[in-house]
């Protein structure tokens, strides 16, 4: 990533990592959430149906990723908060798979969950199932055109007032160390865990004399609700069962990993 000169940023929604360049689009839906968390296909079926459009045949695929000929051109991901969501995703239209491929480190268990030998074999230009010659640009003109007819967009345009106050929050949060490096601090206990419904889970933990000091939980799972807030709830709590189960005794795990119960996290803390 150092010789492409490629930036590291940290996002506030879950999933795996994404790779961006010029040949990449991006985009976001924000609306009034629903009982139905991450239902990804609220937000992918317009991208699909406008990809119909120019005669490819997309599909939606596992959690959050569309594909072509069982291929991924697209990731997906969510955040929620004070009843909104935001679903963002990414569409490779004419991206450099060969920097994708050495940019973005895969762990073993889902390189073996996978059953394929590289992410270069797996990832697909859309452009390549494009019949007519379209550049980025001319594709992104015709998927904005058909999403605001069949979602009923209205144009908004960021004005100056807009433009410096996303440079001001950029400058003074998303751009530092210490919020896209700083929350990785060395633990002395750490693990990973591939659950299949839920993604990765990557736990970091410092415990004395049996009781958990320190706790932070990484990966590509999905979460209604910041895994930070879970860690501090368990700090001081013994590594027994039936004291995190007690601790845990109003806690929905669902919103802090999706797709996982109780019972798994807590076995998950303990083995």
């Given amino acids: 990533m150092d010789e492409n000169k490629i930036r590291v940023v940290r996002r506030l929604s879950g999933g795996g990592a994404v790779y961006h360049d010029m040949g990449n689009i991006n985009y976001t839906f924000i609306a009034d959430k629903e ?20 005669h490819v045949d997309a599909q939606l695929s596992g959690r959050n990723d569309m ?8 990731g997906n991901s969510q955040y929620t908060k004070e009843n909104r969501i935001m679903h963002h995703g990414t569409i ?12 973005l480190s895969v762990s073993r268990d889902k390189f073996e969950s996978k059953g394929h030998k590289s992410v270069r074999s797996r990832v697909t230009n859309v452009k390549e199932y494009v019949k007519d010659s379209l550049d980025t640009n001319e594709f992104y003109e015709i998927l904005k055109s058909y999403l605001a007819d069949e979602i009923w967009l209205n144009p908004y345009r960021l004005n100056q007032k807009d433009l410096d106050a ?5 400058k003074e949060k998303y751009s530092t160390w210490e919020w896209n490096y700083g929350k990785s601090p060395k633990y002395e206990i750490e693990k990973r865990r591939r659950f299949e419904k839920c993604g990765e889970i990557q736990i970091c933990m410092n415990v004395e004399k049996g009781y958990i000091q320190k706790l932070a939980f990484f990966g590509d799972f999905f979460s209604n609700s910041s895994s930070d807030v879970l860690a501090e709830l368990l700090l001081g709590t013994p590594l027994k069962y039936d004291k995190i189960e007690e601790k845990l005794d109003k806690v929905n795990i669902d919103d802090y990993f999706h797709h996982l119960s109780k019972d798994e996290f807590v076995h998950l803390l303990l083995q």
């Fill in 92 to 103: 490779m239209y004419d991206c450099n798979l060969d920097i994708v491929a050495n940019a």
């Fill in 67 to 74: 594909t072509i000929d069982n291929r991924k051109f697209s």
């Fill in 166 to 170: 996303i440079e001001q929050i950029k």
């Fill in 35 to 54: 009982e139905e968390l991450f239902d990804f296909s609220k937000f992918c079926m317009p991208v699909i149906h406008a990809l119909k459009c120019i």
